[in-house]
């Protein structure tokens, strides 16, 4: 079968600074596909086709701003006529991770701490990845796709750094999502509603 590879960097520097420290580089995405599995860093199975439109917003259902990719291991099933499955475990570290705060003095409660910032994130790290599925149609008509993602929530020690102080057990979390796209509208040619 065919083997393909891509990758994405981005540079960006300082005009008049030739050092290392006058710029950065980024890794957007890079992959490599074969027979259905795709390996690496790619757009994550669980977004909307749409998403990283210019100007998209993230707070719009479906939506997202971020051109992140996610870590992963992924296998699509082609069934034909354009349907589709796609089964991935992600690496939820680097984007999935919203802080977890750990109120561990007297007279502090959760709001307090999350509005003056006075506490530490007390996430404990990743130990399972995220579990993602998508079942998609995609036909000349459009598209319609649902996903669905499990995630696991680990907090660290009550108290930071001692271990024997203990922690709260993990918690597992999940989302589903749908997204449609109609194409080919009377409104004029290449019109699409997402």
């Known amino acids: 079968g065919v083997v393909r590879t891509y ?5 960006q520097w300082t005009t008049g600074t030739d050092g290392v420290g006058g710029g950065t580089t980024a890794l957007y995405n890079a992959f490599i596909q074969f027979a259905g ?13 749409w998403n990283n439109y210019p100007g998209n917003l993230g707070g719009l259902l479906g939506g997202d701003d ?7 291991i992924a296998y699509t099933a082609q069934f034909g006529n354009g349907i589709s499955a796609k089964l991935a475990l992600e690496d939820q570290s680097g984007y999935r991770s919203a802080s977890l705060y750990n109120v561990d003095v007297v007279g502090t409660n959760a709001a307090t701490a999350f ?21 998609r149609v995609d036909q000349a008509w459009g598209l319609f796709q ?19 102080t203990g922690h709260p057990d993990d918690k597992y979390g ?6 449609l796209s109609l194409k080919n509208l009377p409104t004029g040619p290449g019109d699409s509603l997402n």
């Open 7 to 11: 990758a994405e960097l981005v540079n």
């Open 66 to 72: 971020s051109s992140t990719a996610q870590n992963q």
């Open 174 to 179: 999940f989302a589903v999502q749908a997204a």
């Open 146 to 164: 649902v996903t669905a993602a499990a995630h696991d929530i680990r907090a660290s020690y009550y108290n930071p750094g001692d271990e024997t």
């Open 37 to 49: 599995f795709t390996f690496g860093k790619a757009q994550s199975t669980f977004a909307a086709p």
């Open 115 to 135: 509005l003056s910032q006075s506490q530490t994130s007390a996430y404990g790290g990743t130990s399972i990845p995220d579990i993602v599925g998508q079942v």
